[in-house]
C-alpha cells in the first residue's frame, strides 16, 4: 500500500530541487545583462594572484589576468619561490603586456598554516589600492571579470566571491567533477545567494583592504583549515554580507582520474564540516538518493519512481544548457553517478579531521589569536 506521506516528502525535496533551479535561471538573465555600476564607482584595485607550480591551462588562464576591460587596475603574481615554474611564464606574459602594472613577489614565510595564505601574504601587503580582489591560478578570468566583481558590491556588503564551474572535462572522472562542480555545488552556493544567505568560494575573494586588516587581516583567515570558510564567518561577525557574483567563472579542469576526483571532493568536504557543522549534518539530503529511497519506502511503482527521476535531471540538465555548461548525454549520465557517491564522501568525512592541500597536511593553526595580534599591530 503506497505510503501518501512519504511521496508527499519526496515531492517537497523534489520541489526544492526546482527551486533552486529556477533561482538560477533568473540570475542567468542577470548575467547576459552588462555589469552595473557599483555603489562605489570603479575604485583602483589589486588583482592579486597566488601560483604555484603549473598546470596545463596556466598559460590562459594567467594571461586573463591582463586582458581585463576595467579602468584602473594593478596585478600582483605570489609564487612561493623564484624557482617555480610559473615564474618564467609569469614574466614573459608580463613583457606581452607592459601597458598592465604587474610585479611578481617569489618568497614565502609559514605564518598562518595555510600555504596558499602564507604566499598571499606578501602580495596582500604590497598592494597600492584600497580594493583588492584575489583569483585562483586556474580561474579563467573573462574580460568583464573585474568589472562583474566591483558591480556586485552593494550596501552591507562585506566581500564579494563566486563559485567556479568545471570547463572543457576530459574524459569520464572530469565530467564527473563537473557535476559536482556545476549543477551541485554552483546551483547551491548562487541559489543561496539569492535568498541572501551567502558563503565564500576561495576562487574569487575581493575585499576592502583596510576593513579586512581591522578584523584581523589575512591572518584571521587561517583560523579554519580552508580560508572561505572563515571568510564568510568573518564578514557575518562584521555585521555585513557575502556576495555572490550572478554567475560563475569558468575554471578549465582538463583530465582528471577518479583519485584526484575523489581527494578534492573529500577535502572540500571535510572543510565545510570544519566550518560549518550544523548545515553539514543536513548534507545528506542533498542529490536524489534519499527522495529515491523515501519513494521505495513509500511503495511507490516504477513509472512514479522514474517520472521523478525524469523531472529531478531534466531540471539539471536545463539550467546546465543554458548556463552554458557541458550538458551532452555524458555529462547527464553521470549526475546520477555524482549522487550516489555524495552520502559516502559525507560518511567518508568523519574518517579523519585534517585535510591535504598539495601535499601538505593542514590542521586548524594553534597560534591563530597571536597571529592576529601582530597582524593588528
Not at 602580495?123 to 558591480?151: I, K, Q, S, T
Not at 583560523?223 to 561577525?237: G, K, P, W, Y
Not at 577518479?258 to 570544519?274: F, G, P
Request: with cysteine; glycine share 8%.
Amino acid at each position: 500500500m503506497l505510503d501518501e506521506t512519504l511521496v508527499v516528502i519526496a515531492g517537497l525535496f523534489l520541489l526544492a530541487h526546482a527551486v533552486t533551479v529556477g533561482l538560477c535561471l533568473r540570475r542567468i538573465r542577470v548575467a547576459a545583462e552588462p555589469a552595473p555600476v557599483s555603489v562605489i564607482g570603479q575604485p583602483r584595485l589589486t588583482l592579486l594572484r597566488p601560483v604555484c607550480g603549473l598546470d596545463p591551462y596556466d598559460p590562459e588562464t594567467l594571461e586573463s589576468s591582463f586582458l581585463q576591460d576595467y579602468p584602473d587596475y594593478e596585478i600582483i603574481f605570489c609564487a612561493p619561490s623564484e624557482d617555480d615554474p610559473a615564474v618564467a611564464l609569469l614574466r614573459g606574459l608580463a613583457a606581452r603586456y607592459p601597458h598592465v602594472p604587474a610585479r611578481i613577489l617569489t618568497g614565502q614565510v609559514p605564518r598562518t598554516g595555510n600555504p596558499k595564505l602564507d604566499n598571499l601574504w606578501k602580495g596582500w601587503a604590497a598592494a597600492d589600492a584600497e580594493w583588492v580582489c584575489m583569483a585562483d591560478a586556474n580561474l579563467l578570468l573573462p574580460r568583464d571579470y573585474l568589472a562583474r566583481v566591483v558591480g556586485s558590491w552593494r550596501e552591507g556588503t562585506g566581500l564579494v566571491s563566486s563559485p567556479a564551474w568545471g570547463s572543457v572535462p576530459e574524459g569520464f572522472a572530469a565530467r564527473l567533477e563537473a557535476a559536482f562542480m556545476n549543477s551541485n555545488q554552483a546551483r547551491l552556493l548562487l541559489a543561496g545567494d539569492s535568498l541572501d544567505m551567502g558563503f565564500t568560494q576561495g576562487k574569487t575573494m575581493f575585499w576592502n583592504r583596510a576593513m579586512l586588516n581591522t578584523a584581523g587581516g589575512l591572518a584571521v583567515l587561517g583560523e579554519r583549515l580552508a580560508e572561505d570558510v572563515t571568510a564568510t564567518q568573518v564578514v557575518r561577525r562584521l555585521g555585513l554580507k557575502v556576495r555572490l557574483t550572478p554567475m560563475p567563472f569558468a575554471q578549465p579542469l582538463g583530465r582528471r582520474d577518479l583519485q584526484q576526483v575523489w581527494n578534492r571532493q573529500l577535502r572540500w568536504s571535510r572543510v565545510r564540516r570544519d566550518g560549518f557543522a550544523g548545515l553539514f549534518l543536513l548534507e545528506p539530503a542533498n542529490g536524489a538518493v534519499l527522495p529515491l529511497l523515501l519513494l521505495l519506502l513509500a511503495g511507490a511503482g516504477l513509472p512514479l519512481i522514474l517520472t521523478a527521476l525524469a523531472i529531478w535531471y531534466a531540471a539539471e540538465w536545463l539550467l546546465m544548457r543554458r548556463a552554458g555548461w557541458r550538458a551532452g548525454w555524458r555529462d547527464l549520465a553521470v549526475l546520477p553517478l555524482r549522487d550516489l557517491a555524495l552520502p559516502v564522501l559525507w560518511a567518508a568525512t568523519f574518517l579523519r579531521k585534517g585535510i591535504t592541500w598539495r601535499g601538505k597536511a593542514m590542521e586548524p593553526p594553534a597560534t591563530t589569536t597571536a597571529i592576529v595580534e601582530e597582524a593588528r599591530t
